[in-house]
């Protein structure tokens, strides 16, 4: 190995959990500036087999500039959840520069990863571009949560960074691709972003793959119908004062959700969210995703 190669090797953040005495263990953490994992030793009840790995930032956010390589094994019939304590900001860019995360995360045979974090926040003129690769079983399962606002709203910072890209590629263990996916938010290709999102404040995926997530996604699929139906079938209180029939169907619903089924034998559901409030995300993910309980110890988002 070249001492390049070892010099980024040493860079690299790392959890590998396999099975101890018949219970999910962390054998391997291994982080580095500029972050920290914090994997508390319980959370939820003593009888659900599952491990916490909280990732914090140094300084709060990502500077600019920042290169953050992780990698994440699950063995086989383990349980890994990955999540923060807060928004993920990334710092206003200096010059050209380009902050970037990638994530790399093995599955095993009827185990679980959930990624549920809390959203990444861009600060005007950041820019910034994460790429998440799975690998995953036949049988495995998998959680994804993937979403940003449109920044400091306190601030005045609506869709106000240069860049953000976000990928998400799910291959099976032969190099199969299963899902890929990437959301690009570029002020200078595209104008200003926040003239196309008008209104909306959030844009968040999920994604539930594996037989353990079949369950949640039949109720996800069907809490999205009705969720959509209310807000675009509804008759509002203007059409009762004789308001025209145009003026509600140009009305843009302040919440819109949508579902697609994916992989073989259907074995996988993408959903996609914007949103006017990033708190209506919060209380559609709570619920959306309040059976994971069961398997991870509490509910997500609480």
Known sequence: MSNEEEEKEKKICSVVVEKVGGRSSVITCLSRYPLKFIIPKKVGPSKIDAVWVYVLNYGGGIVSGDQISCKFSVGDACTMVLTTQGSTKVYKSVGSKCSQQILEARVGSNALLAIIPDPVTCFSTARYYQKQIFTVSSDSNLVI???ITSGR??????????LYRSTNNIFFDDGQPLFLDTMLLEK???????????????IAMIVLLGPKMQYIQNIVQDNVKRIMSEQLHNPSAALSHQKKKADFFTTKPTFVASCSVFGPKKIGLVVRVASVTTESVYKFLRHQLAPLEQMIGVPPYR
């Open 145 to 147: 949560v993937d979403w």
């Open 153 to 162: 709203h306190e601030s005045g910072e609506k869709w106000d960074f240069d």
């Open 188 to 202: 200078d290709k595209f104008g200003r972003v926040k003239e196309h999102m008008q209104d909306y404040q959030v």
